[in-house]
């Protein structure tokens, strides 16, 4: 007959398992929050805002949404899209992505907030909610000095200056077994008289 605490010992670990097994099967959500600012001609600025939600679990999130509150109405206007959404479902492995446009009103350096994204597990009743990373800090309408036009080269030419010289070298290369040469040109003449 087996000891009682072989017993007990196997006991909680079925029922250590068991609690892990059920754990393991629920959403798991990761959400990234990505914001950049673009100069309009006019003077003014915008910040194009993207929001990424994966669900890295192995079950559906029901009644997803996400809140964006971190945009003052003084500081920013939304041009479009909203800070808010919702969606019926985001499946296992799934991904939703969420857009708005704001206009800058103010100057000055910004820190927006985590989003708040909450959802819904069929086993449990209380609302879920995941936070999305935070945006590093956006230094609105800020007097930034004109790119002069020979960094801009310098950049272009870092970026694309090896692609351009390898592209340059095949063309030579074709070329030059394209074309006769001038010296077989002038024999293939001498051949005919």
Known sequence: MAPPTLIFGLLALLLVSSSLGSSVDAPFILAHKKASLTRLKSGAERVS????????????????????GSWPENVF?????????????????????????????AKGLFYSAPAVITF???????????????ILPLDVLADRPPEKKFEW??????????????????VLFVYLISTPSKSSAAKGSKKKR
């Open 153 to 170: 080269a310098k950049r272009l030419l870092a970026k694309y200056g090896s692609l351009v010289s390898v592209i340059s070298i095949m």
């Open 77 to 105: 206007d939304v041009v479009s899209g909203n800070t808010s959404m919702s969606w019926e479902r985001l499946d296992a492995g799934g991904l939703l992505t969420h857009s708005f446009e704001l206009e800058a009103k």
């Open 49 to 68: 805002v993207s929001i990424d939600i994966y669900n890295q679990g192995s079950s559906t999130a029901y009644d997803v949404s996400l809140t964006d």
């Open 120 to 134: 819904r597990i069929p086993t449990k009743a209380v609302l879920q909610e995941a936070y999305s990373t935070p």
